[in-house]
């Protein structure tokens, strides 16, 4: 079975512009979490979402926007990108949405660096 | 959000237990404990969760103590493969947001 897919893998964009970050998550999983992960301040919650709700976000400003689709793909989107943006931005899926706490499944992650 | 505490590494010789503590004493009676591995390179991987019993699987062993205010997360033999940071993670029931800490390095020699 396929696993957590992220696109792209690598990526590099420059003060002031725009990223959008994709995850496609494994079949049958409708639950779909963003995380950031810098050597500074560690794995950080971003956002979940299930069934295209966005249902827990982390504290994050608003440059910082996510979406899902009805297929269960999700994309994370940042704007007016700056220097410290640049992290590895991981995705987890996760089959369960309800009250029992299944594991998370992660993708190898979006590495973006910020100039 | 509840705060573990774990020590920052710990090292290992190949084919030994490991023993990996985590002390969580504001844990709620709702929170589960997740432990998650990550490799070099790669993202987080579940490792194991509890609540209030102890718990095995193919991976590793969790003891949680009576109280709920630490657990250890065993592995029966280390190998090279297991190395890599461990995070002991308290997980609130029904929400999928996992709150990771600085976690513990473990290094495995042969």
């Known amino acids: 079975k396929a696993g957590v897919t992220q696109t792209p893998r690598y990526l590099i964009k420059t003060r002031g512009q725009q990223v959008t970050l994709s995850c496609s998550p494994i079949s049958g999983h409708r639950s779909v979490s963003w995380y950031q992960q810098t050597p500074g301040q560690g794995l950080q919650f971003l956002f979940e979402y299930f069934s295209e709700t966005q249902r827990n976000k982390g504290n994050f400003p608003g440059r910082f926007s996510g979406r899902q689709f009805s297929n269960s793909r999700s994309e994370m989107n940042v704007s007016t990108l700056e220097l410290g943006d640049s992290a590895l931005y991981l995705c987890a899926s996760s089959f369960t949405g309800g009250e029992y706490p299944g594991e998370l499944f992660f993708g190898e992650g979006s590495r973006l660096t910020v100039l | 959000d509840a705060k573990t505490t774990q020590p920052n590494s710990m090292e290992s010789n190949e084919e030994e237990p490991v023993h990996l503590p985590c002390n969580h004493s504001?844990?709620?009676?709702?929170?589960?404990i997740h432990w998650y591995r990550q490799l070099p390179s790669q993202g987080p991987e579940y490792v194991i969760h509890?609540?209030?019993s102890n718990v095995n699987n193919r991976m590793a062993s969790l003891a949680i103590a009576e109280d709920r205010k630490s657990s250890t997360l065993i592995l029966h033999r280390a190998t090279l493969r297991d190395a890599a940071v461990y995070y002991c993670?308290?997980?609130?029931?029904?929400?999928?947001?996992?709150?990771f800490g600085t976690g513990t390095r473990l290094l495995v020699s042969p």
């Open positions: 993670i308290l997980r609130i029931t029904g929400f999928q947001k996992l709150v």
């Open positions: 509890g609540l209030t």
């Open positions: 504001t844990i709620s009676g709702t929170d589960y």
